[in-house]
C-alpha cells in the first residue's frame, strides 16, 4: 500500500512569505505527526493530531507555524512570515495511534529553504 | 526537557569490521526505538526495547536497553555498505505520543 506523502518535496521561499505544507497519512491511521530535521537542532518534535485534534502542540516554534487535519486524514502546516531559521526538511509521520509504543511511519520530507 | 545523546556524532569503518553506537540520557524512558534514515528520506524504525535490560537482534544488528531505561546501544557485526545511514535513537513514554530523538550518527562503511 501507499506510504505517507508529502508535498511539495522542496519549497523555497522568500523571508516574510507565508507558506503550507501538506501530509498525506498511510489510509486507516488515526494519528499524524509533524517533525522538523535540521542540522543545528536534529530532528525535533512539532504537533501531534488523533483525529482532527491536537493534544500536543508543544513543540510549535512560535505563533507562526500552526497546523490542520481534516477528515481525519491530510494535515497542512502552515508557516507565516517565514524567517531563514525556518529553513529545515519537515517530515510527517502518522501511525494507527495505539499500542504504545507506537509504530510511526515517516514520510520523505519537504524541504524548506528561505532565502 | 529530555535529551538523548549519541555517540558517536560520526563513524566511518571498513566493510567487515564491528562497531558500536551508543544512546544516553539522564531520564527514564518507557521505551526506545532506532530508527534509520537515508538521504532524501524519512527514519525508517528498525526496533522498539521496552523492558530494562532487554536485547533484540535482527540479523547482524544487537540492540539493547539499559536496565535503568536511560540509555541503549546498537551493534553491528561485520559492517557492509549497506549499513550506511544516519541511526537516530528515539525515546516515548507512557501517555505521550511524541518522539524525543537522539542527536543522531552518521555511519559510513568503506566498502
Known amino acids: 500500500g501507499a506510504g505517507v506523502s508529502q508535498s511539495p518535496s522542496n519549497k523555497v521561499t522568500e523571508k516574510g512569505k507565508d507558506v503550507e505544507l501538506r501530509c498525506d497519512p498511510i489510509?486507516?491511521?488515526?494519528?499524524l505527526y509533524w517533525y522538523r530535521q535540521s542540522l543545528g537542532q536534529g530532528l525535533e518534535f512539532l504537533i501531534y493530531?488523533?483525529?482532527?485534534?491536537?493534544?500536543?502542540k508543544s513543540g510549535l516554534p512560535s505563533d507562526r507555524f500552526s497546523a490542520e487535519r481534516t477528515g481525519g486524514s491530510v494535515s497542512t502546516l502552515t508557516i507565516q512570515r517565514t524567517q531563514q531559521e525556518d529553513s529545515a526538511v519537515y517530515l510527517c509521520?502518522?501511525?494507527f495511534g495505539w499500542g504504545l509504543p507506537t509504530e510511526q511511519f515517516f514520510g520523505p520530507g519537504t524541504r524548506l529553504t528561505v532565502l | 526537557t529530555q535529551l538523548l545523546e549519541q555517540s558517536p556524532q560520526f563513524l566511518s569503518i571498513q566493510e567487515g569490521e564491528n562497531l558500536t553506537v551508543y544512546c544516553n540520557s539522564s531520564?527514564?524512558?518507557?521505551?526506545l526505538q532506532w530508527y534509520r534514515q537515508e538521504p532524501g528520506e524519512g527514519p525508517v524504525l528498525l526496533v522498539t526495547?521496552?523492558?530494562?535490560?532487554e536485547v533484540k537482534k535482527l540479523k547482524r544488528l544487537t540492540f539493547q536497553f539499559g536496565d535503568a531505561r536511560k540509555d541503549s546501544s546498537l551493534h553491528i557485526t561485520a559492517a557492509q555498505p549497506g549499513d550506511t545511514g544516519l541511526y537516530l535513537c528515539?525515546?516515548?513514554?507512557?501517555?505521550?505520543?511524541?518522539?524525543?530523538f537522539g542527536t543522531g550518527t552518521r555511519l559510513t562503511i568503506i566498502p
Open positions: 509521520a502518522s501511525s
Open positions: 531520564s527514564v524512558f518507557s521505551s
Open positions: 493530531f488523533q483525529g482532527n485534534s491536537a493534544p500536543d
Open positions: 489510509s486507516g491511521h488515526t494519528a
Open positions: 526495547v521496552v523492558t530494562g535490560g
Open positions: 528515539a525515546g516515548t513514554n507512557f501517555g505521550n505520543e511524541k518522539l524525543t
